[in-house]
């Protein structure tokens, strides 16, 4: 039996461990939007699939900084036109 297998759903903290930034900042991304999708496990616990991070991840790759501004003011409009 392989005990080796990685976890399909990772908790907050593992989540942003991988993304390599604070478990706020990942917070921050899910109240706003801005970040990878979730699960809601209980009324208060979240986890994240893992093909929702690697997915996320890559549509935050850039060749240029003219890209990632761009990406990055589209995101900041968005969030200003979301209802409240």
Same mark, same amino acid.
């Given at each position: 039996?392989? !005990?080796?297998?990685?976890?399909?759903?990772?908790?907050? *903290? *593992?989540?942003? %461990?991988?993304?390599?930034?604070?478990?706020?900042?990942?917070?921050?991304? #899910?109240?706003?939007?801005?970040?990878?999708?979730?699960?809601?496990?209980?009324? #208060?616990?979240?986890?994240?699939?893992?093909?929702?991070?690697?997915?996320?991840?890559?549509?935050?790759?850039? &060749?240029?900084? &003219?890209?990632? %501004? !761009?990406?990055? *003011? %589209?995101?900041? *409009?968005?969030?200003?036109?979301?209802?409240?």
């Amino acid at each position: 039996m392989n !005990n080796n297998l990685s976890p399909l759903i990772l908790s907050e *903290e *593992e989540a942003a %461990k991988m993304l390599n930034i604070a478990a706020r900042t990942l917070q921050q991304k #899910r109240l706003d939007g801005t970040g990878p999708a979730f699960i809601q496990i209980t009324k #208060r616990r979240v986890g994240y699939a893992v093909s929702d991070l690697n997915e996320w991840m890559s549509t935050c790759r850039f &060749k240029t900084t &003219k890209e990632s %501004k !761009n990406f990055y *003011e %589209k995101s900041l *409009e968005k969030m200003r036109n979301y209802p409240d």
